[in-house]
């Protein structure tokens, strides 16, 4: 398996279509995309192209944000912007605010970030509003200039409980399904496999995420090569959320 | 970054030397392991490799593994082997047990494993006393033969909260940090990043698990090569765990 860092994608602006950059750079770094290849975006850029950016001082908070401000000793603005993304609040702490994304998975912050996000100051970049529509956006793009449809993944960095660290997770994805079912699959002595499922796709955005990094010499796009996957197209990246009455850890 | 899995390592035995094992494996792949690469090695063969199996019939179990087998539905052997390796039960639920390893991990079943561990019915295999140590010695070993040391990962594969699906975790390790620390590099902007620390390990470890898989196929070590990364002789995989009284999901 290789991964291969798309090199110099410009700053993206909104409205830049990611697909034509991502062709571009790949002619750049002489890689011919395939349908066997996956293709991973950094959220980033999508929010940015999506023109996701927020202008702080141009918010005005609720009495919920203010509350959850006092709690957590983060800027009312910037809470009321998290609380647009939000469907419910975990964990409210000092310098920590978990919430559950309207998208249905569970965050800090509800992806809304500050770094990297503009050289103006008090700009906050929200999540795009639907990453598997961006996905799809973006490997339909590919497919009508390419003649290929590599799978594409929409990551961004979340924290977990239990251990320190962020880990890259995929918020939108098309034509690959986020789960890999192995139950039935023989094991090394014949008998079928206990183990259940595996987080596929979260793993390549977890490669590729280390690939990515977080700083100045980072690429947003990454190439994963000769890892076998089973297409799918109907799988969104919702199928690898728990339902909240099947979870234990809220 | 290419990950490459080393082909036909044999069926692993009590007292079998990983190192040599893997030195074999890497020379006919034609593959010359440097100080740049990370070996990333499945905890299952280093289970086996230091005698882990136990076979249930010879276990006698207390009475907490028939309260906790009443609850869960499994066999109180089994959980008598669990808690065996048991700081603390997190979750019982029927078909789930959930505890803190006594290494400071949470994941099910204390990381006891069924399945790919013997031929012979009735056994099951537990995590190494110390995968810590396991790693030092596969890289001392390692260093001995080949006058190179690079990094050893030995990883396991856990559940998550929130979501669907297994991935990688390193649970030992020798030579790098579990953690990158990113906070004050700059972004994209120059302003420093806000973003803390990055659970590099275990997304190494996710990255080499998309490899492994869990089938007859699969290859239990994998090469990482042309990641960059600091060299740290003193980290251990506790590192990344952390403190109860900072973990709000328990």
């Known amino acids: 398996m290789h991964l291969i860092p798309l090199p110099n994608i410009p700053l993206i602006q909104p409205g830049d279509n990611l697909a034509r950059l991502i062709i571009a750079a790949s002619r750049r770094a002489k890689l011919t995309l395939t349908a066997a290849d996956i293709v991973v975006v950094a959220q980033k850029i999508v929010s940015k192209a999506e023109g996701r ?14 509350e959850l401000a006092a709690i957590t000793h983060k800027p009312a603005e910037l809470v009321e912007v998290i609380l647009w993304d939000t469907a419910e609040v975990i964990r409210a702490k000092p310098f920590l605010l978990i919430v559950q994304h309207k998208l249905g998975f569970i965050s800090a912050n509800a992806g809304v970030d500050h770094s990297n996000v503009s050289a103006e100051p008090g700009m906050v970049l929200r999540l795009p509003a639907n990453p598997d529509a961006s996905a799809r956006a973006i490997r339909r793009d590919l497919a009508a ?29 098309s034509g690959l399904a986020p ?6 699959t023989p094991d090394l002595f014949g008998e079928p496999l206990q183990i259940t499922d595996v987080g596929f796709a979260d793993q390549i955005a977890g490669a590729a995420s280390l690939l990515m990094g977080q700083a ?35």
Chains 1, 2 share one sequence.
């Open 216 to 250: 100045a010499e980072a690429s947003p796009v990454v190439v994963v090569r000769g890892l076998p996957f089973e297409p799918n197209e109907s799988a969104v990246a919702a199928d690898v959320l728990r339902p909240k009455e099947m979870d234990l850890f809220r």
């Open 179 to 184: 789960v890999q079912d192995l139950r039935g």
């Open 53 to 66: 950016l927020v202008r702080l001082a141009e918010v005005t908070p609720s009495a919920r944000a203010h």
């Open 145 to 173: 200039e390419l003649g290929v449809s590599p799978p594409v993944l929409v990551i961004d960095s979340h924290g977990r409980p239990w251990r320190f660290g962020t880990v890259g997770a995929a918020i939108g994805l």
